[in-house]
């Protein structure tokens, strides 16, 4: 059963610094593209960051780049993401969600969210003073 569950938010200043985990089950992580998203109640989700893992290959948001490292641990199969320098428009749920193609078929980091298959519950990240 494929599985996606994030960790790692919470209340932070601005300024300030989370990692975010994303622990992935019942797949093989080095055979997806795995994307970070983030949305505000209101508004549309946002593709933030991606990996792929087995080609070391990352992207990033525009919004937030500079501020962003995303990475992996294949023996923990778990996804991070490294946010620094947080801002209050950086609140949001963040959730990691796996690319429904896996890349021996040509699966990559895609913007389209209709794209990947499988999705986390969530952490929310509210940067305040």
């Known amino acids: 059963q494929v599985q996606l569950v994030e960790s790692g938010g919470g209340l932070v200043q601005p300024g300030g610094s989370l990692r975010l985990s994303c622990a992935a089950s019942?797949?093989?992580?080095?055979?997806?593209?795995i994307g970070w998203f983030r949305q505000v109640p209101g508004k549309e989700r946002e593709g933030v960051s991606c990996?792929?893992?087995?080609?070391?290959?990352?992207y990033y948001a525009d919004s937030m780049k500079g501020r962003l490292t995303i990475s992996r641990d294949n023996a923990k199969n778990t996804v991070y993401l490294q946010m620094n320098n947080l801002k209050p428009e950086d609140t949001a749920v963040y959730f990691c969600?796996?690319?429904?193609?896996?890349?021996?078929?040509?699966?990559?980091?895609?913007?389209?969210?209709?794209?990947?298959?499988?999705w986390g519950q969530g952490t929310q990240v509210t940067v305040s003073s």
């Open positions: 969600a796996r690319r429904g193609t896996s890349i021996y078929l040509g699966g990559t980091c895609s913007h389209d969210d209709d794209s990947y298959d499988y």
């Open positions: 990996i792929v893992s087995a080609r070391g290959s990352a």
């Open positions: 019942g797949f093989t992580l080095n055979a997806y593209a």
